[in-house]
């Protein structure tokens, strides 16, 4: 039985692949649309993110605290990142709007706080609903003040002016390998492109 089981589990990587690869050939109109689109380079810099660095698939989020359909939307990007552990990267930036007068702080305060370690908590509990002084509890305040009264370090004007260059205006949005999407995207279209994007590269290698 020893003997059996790599073969067993090659077998089993073919046949996944083989699944994925199906898939992604199925004809979807929203999936042709979007392979259709023009591809745009994006630089991740020093942005937060989840995932295996070098994953196939990377997806960059931009996204606002305040925005209620980013929170909607969270469940399903969780999701993705569950059900590809090791082959997806998610990438987080800013796109605090005009019309949320508070949106901007918060990005800076978890800019902040990414100083620290501690970025994905103040994400999740922003999401979440959570006030500020709850989202920074376990934070050094000094140093936590102090990078916020000068507006943090760049990176959430730095994701702004990315957002312009690519023409995001809409929260949430995503370039998923260099694919932009405007607005919300649930789980079923987010695994439609990953699985394409996957069975892509693995017919490139």
């Keep these: 039985m020893a003997r059996t089981r790599p073969i ?10 083989a699944a994925v690869m199906s898939i992604a050939q199925t004809p979807h ?17 020093k942005s937060p993110f989840l995932g295996p660095a070098d994953a196939p698939v990377t997806i960059v989020e931009f ?17 993705v990142l569950a059900a590809y552990p090791t082959q997806v990267r998610l990438v987080y930036k800013n796109l605090p709007l005009d019309i949320h007068s508070e949106a901007k702080q918060k990005a800076v305060v978890a800019e902040c706080m990414g100083l620290q370690g ?23 305040q000094g140093k936590l003040k102090a990078c916020v009264a000068k507006g ?13 260059r ?40």
């Design 8 to 17: 067993f589990f090659s077998l089993l990587g073919v046949l996944q692949m």
């Design 29 to 45: 109109p929203w999936l042709d649309q979007q392979l259709k689109k023009q591809r745009f380079g994006l630089a991740i810099g």
């Design 63 to 79: 996204s606002d605290y305040d925005c209620p359909y980013c929170r909607q939307n969270e469940p399903a990007v969780k999701k």
């Design 118 to 140: 501690l970025f994905w908590q103040a994400h999740d509990q922003f999401f979440a609903g959570a006030r500020t002084n709850k989202v920074t509890e376990g934070a050094d």
């Design 152 to 164: 943090g370090v760049g990176q959430v004007d730095s994701d702004l002016a990315i957002a312009k």
């Design 166 to 205: 690519l023409g995001l205006a809409t929260t949430p949005s995503f370039v998923i390998d260099g694919i932009r999407i405007g607005g919300m995207v649930n789980f079923a279209q987010l695994k439609l492109l990953i699985d394409a994007e996957l069975a892509r590269k693995a017919g490139s290698q």
